[in-house]
């Protein structure tokens, strides 16, 4: 709850609620307390237990300094309902799933400095002017009802020491947020050695800027039994150009999602290795691809339990 803040009669922690269960309604309004009796952001969305899913991002992303400092900065806070409709749109489970740097960018993309009350973004409306988030992205309003990028002020004008908070019903989203291939992998322990080889070789550069691409993504368990049969302890002991040629062998410059896998029968990779692909069974040269496919902003990974023409120089 809002602890210490009133509207018209309610604690804020009600007006809130009130908002929220008459989403065709204007946003509640918060008076302003005295200063001392203020909470920062921080602890303001603390005290809400519909932004829980909120304050878990931003203590994830190593945000909550920046966010209970002095400031001013205005916040637009989704509520859970709102992340629990982004994370299924972005193909997460929950926000343990999204890599820290996405998310990061995200949340930034809710902060704008200064304190932008109600009415200062109807006065933006009028104007014709837009701001700008922190994290880069254009914020457009418009005043009845009030909106920030076509997404309602459910409640606004919650004050904080450091700020101002205006509660949205959705998450303001970059055309395509979704973290890249190489950012993906590296969120996923399974796929450890897969970015350390790929960092290794500069790979990793290419997966986050490049596009469009499929990877299929051998697991640490099929580079393991990799090095195993070759006799190897550690993918050191693997020359350089032959760990390149080996990781290009995997990555195909073009994106297939689940449906056009099912389409393709013979493609080939950048390395040179053709792949042959058969959709029904779910294998791509005899080895087994493990799940759908994983969508990034850059293109398409797969999980395959084995690697694609070993190369055996070392």
């Known amino acids: 709850m809002f602890q210490g803040l009133r509207t018209r009669g309610l604690s804020l922690g009600g007006a809130v609620a009130l908002a929220l269960a008459t989403l065709g309604s204007a946003p509640a309004q918060a008076t302003r307390p005295t200063q001392a009796a203020r909470p920062n952001l921080v602890e303001l969305a603390q005290s809400a237990p519909q932004l829980s899913l909120l304050v878990e991002a931003v203590v994830k992303t190593g945000l909550v300094d920046e966010l209970s400092g002095p400031g001013p900065v205005t ?8 992340f629990e409709a982004a994370l299924g749109e972005l193909g997460f489970a929950s926000l343990h799933d999204v890599p820290v ?40 309003f418009d005043r009845n009802p ?45 796929l450890s050695v897969l970015v350390e080889a ?50 290009l062998d995997h990555i195909v410059a073009t994106e297939i999602d689940d449906d056009e896998l099912r389409a393709f029968s013979r493609t080939r990779a950048m390395g040179g290795l053709p792949l042959w692909i058969d959709g029904r069974r779910r294998v791509v040269n005899g080895v087994q691809i493990l799940g759908p496919a994983v969508e990034a902003g850059n293109g398409t990974a797969f999980v395959i339990d084995g690697v694609l023409g070993a190369r055996t120089r070392h």
Do not use: C, M, W, Y
């Not at 400095?113 to 006065?123: D, H, P, S, V, Y």
């Open 75 to 82: 916040v637009f806070a989704p509520t859970n309902a709102a």
């Open 101 to 140: 740097d996405a998310l990061r960018d995200i949340l930034l993309d809710h902060v704008v400095e200064g304190n932008q009350r109600l009415k200062r973004l109807a006065f933006l409306d009028r104007v014709g002017r837009d701001l700008v988030a922190v994290g880069g992205l254009i914020l457009e």
């Open 146 to 190: 009030v909106e920030v990028n076509d997404i309602r002020v459910v409640a606004g004008n919650l004050h904080a020491s450091n700020g101002v908070a205006h509660i949205i019903e959705a998450v303001l989203l970059d055309p395509d947020p979704r973290p890249s291939l190489a950012e993906l992998a590296a969120s996923v322990p399974s």
């Open 198 to 247: 790929a960092q290794r070789t500069g790979l990793d550069v290419v997966l986050d800027a490049g596009a469009p691409f499929t990877v299929f993504a051998p697991t640490n368990e099929a580079f393991e039994a990799l090095l195993s049969a070759l006799g190897l302890t550690s993918l050191d002991e693997v020359d350089d150009r032959t760990l390149v040629n080996t990781l």
